[in-house]
């Protein structure tokens, strides 16, 4: 069909970062070969330092790799202008932060509606939705609070709120249940799933297992590169046989895959 | 970038509002420099308000003759002076009869203003002025007597006619026709006591109400025999014939000046730009203040600018991850120097209205002038100073590399 040409939404060369220099030289991403289709709901895990913020953050294109390529939609990321890499954050890319990142001067609501701004909506349409998703995290009473009047996990859903709002097609999030209790992690993961369903292509940084099971795929990283990914494994069986059923890969047949994933249940401890 | 531009007033206003000590003292360098800019102007403009009327009212046939070169009143401002105080005029009696004698001039009448202590049974106060002149200042200046008759060499050299509240201060009445009083020591006898004018400000720079004038000779007299030409009064015989009645002054005047332009002839707007030395001194003093308040006050809005541009790092990063681009940011900045120069601004535009009429009702008789362009100007200063000012920090702002700002701790 014609989808079969468009290329994927991120695809990774070779990826490095490295950090400091001299003796202090230090790769938090060394050789990162990753494809990523429009659609999927990728988990990445793995032990801390590993670099995935690194690597979350460059797909973000907040941050540059010192070496490899890194292709958005096609498109050789070095060659896009500062302007556009700003509208492609602003229209394509919601951001959820590990460290929250709101804005303390700024209360829940403003703070929420802010992408919206950079988009060019009207202030009064930027509180109404900013309202509405709001509502959806069950923060609708919290909206002029100011971000230090709010607990750790409120800060993590009005992050989340304000990751969402402006509609993203990539959802970049790095442990966005880290601080939730688990029926709260499961709300946001409902959320996310839910925009998964709807075509989103959605990146997750977890330390919980458990939350795999709403990935379509896992990846595990170590020291900078890819451990394992059940992409690959499921590949085999059936390498064409996905495609042709749509863009969206519905998740049920994936499922049984996450079994590679729930193998590792050693960081299981690790769960508060 | 409409919506934007509403986002980031809103900003600026919060965060202005959020260290309202800062903003305030920050405020303060360019509320001087607008306050002492909208002061002059208003009361400068005010002052030419003034004269220009009476010119106007006077038939608009008038010219002046004044001696030296008219330059730019600030650079001129020390020449004038000294000119004033202590040289003798570059104009002569015989300039005086020359220009009588050109074609289309009606009336010529020389002013001389004499120093001295003008005294009866009290002391007149200091700023009493002896004017030394001819009859045809009278018709010239619309001078109308409220009793009595105006100068006659004719009739007795020692005779003078006096303004009323001058009549009030030294005789403690405005019926003083017949008595005596002493100019520098010589006794004059009152002949005329002048209607009141109110013109305390005018173009011959005399404010008749509180003067004493006398024969042109009798002030040849008193000061050791020699004429001291402030300025020649012309009055042409028509509006028409003015123009060239001045061009005939000016060639005139330089054949008997040997080709030396150390004269000016000045007609309509040119008279009624301000004389008085005074006036040169407070514009030059204010002049000087608003130019360094508002060079302090920019590089106060620039320092604080810097700061607040470190202090949001973090927030500038989030800004930039959330999809603001270079110029949102630089924007945002920009808007925040601009409201507090404007600001600034707006408080200095009022505080230097208070001033003006502060002292035009305490010092002076005049009202300072309103209207827009003193309102533009200031608003146009306080712009200026906040886009100049301004636009490095936005521009630090703007170029911080959004995954270095973020990182940052505050
Ligand atoms: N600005 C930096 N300068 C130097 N080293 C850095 C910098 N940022 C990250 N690193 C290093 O890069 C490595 C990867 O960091 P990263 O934040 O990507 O880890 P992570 O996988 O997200 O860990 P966690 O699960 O704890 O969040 C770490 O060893 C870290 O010390
Ligand atoms: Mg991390």
């Known amino acids: ?272 | 970038m409409r919506f934007l531009l509403v986002n980031h007033i809103q900003n600026a206003h919060q965060s202005l509002r959020a260290s309202r000590m800062r903003s305030f003292l920050t405020m303060i360098g360019v509320t001087i420099g607008v306050a002492s800019i909208t002061a002059i102007l208003a009361l400068s403009g005010g002052a030419s308000k003034v004269v220009s009327d009476q010119v106007d009212t006077l038939g608009g046939n008038i010219a002046v003759v004044r001696p030296g070169k008219t330059t730019d009143p600030l650079s001129g401002l020390a020449q004038v002076q000294a000119e004033r105080s202590f040289s003798t005029s570059t104009l002569t009696e015989y300039d005086l009869t020359t220009v009588a004698a050109i074609p289309h001039i009606q009336a010529v009448a020389p002013v001389m203003i004499l120093s001295g202590v003008i005294k009866a049974s009290s002391v007149a106060p200091n700023d009493s002025a002896i004017v030394a002149s001819t009859p045809e200042l009278a018709t010239i200046s619309h001078l109308e007597t409220s009793s009595g008759q105006f100068l006659d060499p004719s009739v007795k050299q020692n005779t003078t006619v006096i303004g009323v509240q001058l009549s009030i201060n030294v005789f403690g009445t405005e019926q003083s026709i017949g008595k005596t009083l002493t100019i520098r020591g010589q006794s004059f006898t009152v002949i005329g006591v002048l209607k009141r004018l109110n013109q305390p400000i005018n173009y011959n720079g005399v404010d008749f109400d509180n003067a004493a004038i006398i024969n042109f000779a009798s002030g040849k007299q008193l000061n050791q025999g020699v004429s001291q030409l402030q300025q020649i009064d012309v009055q042409a015989d028509s509006v028409a014939h003015l123009n060239q009645a001045i061009i005939d002054v000016n060639k005139s005047l330089i054949v008997n000046h040997q080709g030396e332009t150390d004269f000016s002839v000045l007609s309509g707007v040119q008279i009624s730009q301000p004389t008085s030395q005074l006036f040169y001194a407070i514009a030059g003093v204010s002049g000087a203040v608003a130019a360094i308040s508002l060079l302090v006050g920019g590089i106060g809005i620039m320092n604080i600018m810097l700061v607040t541009v470190a202090e949001r790092t973090r927030e500038i990063g989030i800004r930039k991850a959330l999809g603001a681009s270079n110029r949102d940011i630089a924007w945002q900045f920009l808007i925040e120097s601009l409201a507090i120069s404007i600001s600034g601004g707006l408080v200095g535009y009022i505080l230097g209205y208070v001033v003006a009429f502060g002292i035009t009702t305490s010092f002076l008789t005049f009202d300072p002038l309103l209207n827009w362009q003193i309102a533009v100007t200031a608003l146009s200063v306080s712009v200026v100073i906040g886009v100049i000012f301004g636009l490095y920090p936005a521009f630090r702002a703007a170029h911080k590399d959004p995954m270095d700002s973020l990182r940052q701790y505050n």
């Open chain 1, 1 to 272: 069909m014609a989808q079969i040409p468009t290329p994927p939404v991120i695809e990774l060369k070779n990826l490095k970062k490295r950090f400091g220099i001299g003796d202090a030289e230090h790769f938090a991403l060394d050789g990162m070969d990753l494809t990523i289709q429009k659609g999927e709901f990728i988990a990445i895990m793995g032990p801390s330092g590993c670099g995935k913020t690194t690597l979350l953050n460059i797909l973000g294109l907040l941050d540059r790799s010192t070496d490899g390529e890194y292709f958005l939609d096609g498109q050789d990321v070095s060659t896009i202008g500062q302007r556009r890499q700003a509208q492609i954050r602003s229209r394509q890319i919601g951001f959820i932060f590990q460290s929250f990142n709101l804005i303390s001067r700024l209360n829940v609501i403003e703070n929420v509606a802010l992408p919206l701004a950079y988009k060019g909506v009207t202030r009064l349409k930027r509180l109404r939705l900013a309202s509405d998703i709001l509502a959806n995290f069950h923060l609708n009473e919290r909206e002029y609070y100011m971000p230090y009047q709010l607990s750790g996990g409120q800060m993590q859903r009005v992050a989340i709120a304000r990751a969402l709002v402006n509609e993203p097609s990539i959802i970049l999030a790095d442990e966005p249940t880290g601080n939730l209790d688990s029926r709260s992690s499961h709300i946001i993961m409902e959320e996310l799933s839910d925009l998964h369903k709807r075509g989103n292509t959605i990146i997750m940084v977890t330390h919980n297992p458990r939350l795999t099971t709403y990935a379509s795929r896992v990846i595990t990283m170590i020291d900078g590169h890819i451990d394992t990914d059940t992409f690959e494994v499921f590949q085999l069986p059936d390498p064409l046989a996905k495609r042709p059923l749509g863009v969206i890969p519905e998740p049920s047949p994936k499922k049984p895959r996450r079994k590679k994933a729930a193998t590792s249940t050693t960081p299981k401890r690790k769960q508060k």
